[in-house]
């Protein structure tokens, strides 16, 4: 069974760093999965950020995501991380990370409908 757990999340101010974690299980053998990061504010689509290949750890971003943020994996640790720097208050959102199966489901456009496994969420505030 696939779970995935995010961690990291928290108030800090505007210009401050934060990375977040995804520790996933039930996802080191294939069929192999992406794990996307996304993030939704209240009355708005969930947004795709990044994800990333558990083939290759090939990386890709959103335009919105792009320069500031960036996704990571340790294997060893079964996590994926997103850092996040230059944060800004319009950031602020319960952030979350996914997983697709790589094989025939687009995951790297990052559209939420291609991921089948989501985590809790974790409360990211950016705020003076």
């Known amino acids: 069974q696939v779970q995935l757990v995010e961690s990291g999340g928290g108030l800090v101010q505007p210009g401050s760093s934060l990375r977040l974690s995804c520790v996933t299980s039930g996802i080191t053998e294939e069929p192999w999965y992406g794990i996307g990061w996304f993030r939704e504010v209240p009355g708005k689509e969930r947004e795709g950020l990044a994800a990333?290949?558990?083939?290759?750890?090939?990386?890709y971003y959103s335009d919105s995501a792009k320069g500031r943020f960036g996704v990571s994996r340790d294997h060893a640790k079964n996590t994926v991380y997103l850092q996040m720097d230059e944060l800004k208050p319009e950031d602020t959102a319960t952030y979350y990370c996914?997983?697709?199966?790589?094989?025939?489901?687009?995951?790297?456009?990052?559209?939420?409908?291609?991921?089948?496994?989501w985590g809790q969420g974790t409360q990211v505030t950016v705020s003076a």
């Open positions: 990333i290949s558990s083939v290759d750890s090939s990386t």
């Open positions: 996914a997983a697709a199966a790589e094989a025939g489901t687009y995951y790297y456009l990052l559209r939420a409908a291609a991921y089948e496994y």
